[in-house]
């Protein structure tokens, strides 16, 4: 069964209980920093710019932030622990791998929003703050959510440093192609354990008034070997798309039970970055060393007689391995990463929208069987 819901945006934004700007940045957790934002600017053409740490006063982590369009990374490592925060790091690096650590959303009130969050059953790791510089004041307050993942609210008004005061402007490691653009970060989907998925859904219907957008349950999400089930979270403007999985009982393992174990519970499964040119996002990327699931070439045989016309010839896609779906809004092209990091949790999706604001249903079966190709390579299915 899919349910789907649609939003005019005027009307949500007029009863929009938590409006949102967007997203702020996604926090990584990571073991290296450095080395970290070197891959991410060669790899995926993302540019540095700002950082923080001992140069700049931060004694206890290092932070590089990178962007490429309006998609914001930030890699942060401890140094040396020396407060809670820093023993939170370490202890979520050593027990995680890298992975996210903060979805931040950006919101036009941080207070406001705190207060909505936390009075609809939020729970609050740290108040609404101030962080000032002579560029301006930046507004933040945190708020928990699945695993060890949380929420940073930031009201940054008028604020026009390179990131939030402490962190200076930095110079790109590497100039990376103009080519290799990122629109924006489109979703990101967390992972949580089996029979919790109804309740995060909740969770952010009632603490940030987002709507259900899309519902995966059943056949729509299962192969031969493994199942899972989905459901979409979304603000009134569609800026910002959480998108919730959890296993379903099957014969073998799935994508979602391999995470959950080596990721150790709950957390960020993967980032979708939106691109203007797919084509030459996936070229580049490839060329610079980033691996993409592998697609058989039998489902590119009929595809030009039910995706009907796209903007990338059939054989380009081939050659790429990139996906199509087609629904009643238009068409998206999408691909998918293999895991980033030796452990078989994080990764990404590219994906070029034109219309569709789906998420690749027609392409679950063929995504999912490639995964178990990978995860039976691992020995994990």
């Known amino acids: 069964m899919t349910q789907t819901t649609h939003h005019t945006p005027d009307t949500a934004r007029q009863a929009d209980p938590f409006p949102v700007k967007g997203m702020d940045a996604v926090v990584f957790a990571v073991g290296n920093a450095k080395q970290a934002a070197h891959y991410y600017s060669t790899a995926f053409g993302m540019r540095l710019v700002a950082y923080s740490g001992p140069e700049t006063g931060s004694r206890e982590t290092a932070s590089y932030v990178l962007e490429n369009g309006s998609a914001r990374f930030v890699f942060t490592s401890v140094v040396k622990p020396a407060t809670t925060w820093g023993h939170f790091l370490a202890a979520h690096v050593a027990e995680h791998g890298d992975g996210v650590v903060d979805l931040a959303i950006e919101v036009p009130d941080a207070r406001a929003a705190y207060e909505y969050a936390v009075g609809h059953g939020a729970r609050s790791l740290a108040e609404p703050y101030e962080l000032k510089d002579e560029h301006g004041t930046v507004v933040l307050a945190v708020i928990a959510t699945y695993g060890q993942t949380r929420h940073t609210l930031v009201e940054r008004t008028g604020y026009d440093g390179p990131y939030l005061p402490g962190f200076a402007a930095a110079s790109p490691i590497v100039e990376p192609p103009a080519r290799r653009t990122f629109q924006a970060i489109d979703h990101c989907v967390g992972n949580v354990e ?8 909740g969770f952010y219907n ?63 499964q993967h980032i979708a970055l939106n691109s203007g040119d797919i084509v030459e996002t996936v070229r580049t990327m490839r060329a610079a060393g980033v691996q993409f699931l592998d697609t058989p070439d039998s ?6 007689e039910w995706a009907g016309d796209t903007r990338v010839p059939v054989e ?17 092209l999408q691909i998918f990463t293999k895991p980033v990091q030796d452990r078989p949790t994080v990764f990404f999706e590219i994906i070029e929208r034109h219309g569709s604001m789906g998420f690749g249903k027609g392409n679950f079966k063929a995504l999912f069987e490639a995964i178990e190709r990978e995860q039976d390579k691992r020995g994990n299915l």
């Not at 489902?299 to 030009?304: A, E, K, R």
């Not at 380009?316 to 998206?332: A, F, N, P, Q, S």
């Open 194 to 201: 089996l029979g919790h998925m109804n309740e995060w859904v």
């Open 316 to 332: 380009t896609l081939r050659e790429l391995k990139i996906l199509v779906d087609r629904d009643e809004d238009g068409y998206l």
């Open 206 to 268: 009632k603490v940030m008034g987002f709507t259900n957008m899309k519902e995966f349950v059943g056949d729509d999400i299962a192969t031969e070997y493994s199942a899972l089930m989905s459901k979409v979270v979304a603000d009134g403007t569609l800026k910002v798309k959480f998108p919730i999985n959890e296993p379903a009982i099957a014969k073998k393992k799935s994508q979602i039970d391999e995470y959950l174990e080596f990721y150790g519970g709950a957390g960020v």
């Open 299 to 304: 489902y590119y045989d009929t595809l030009g």
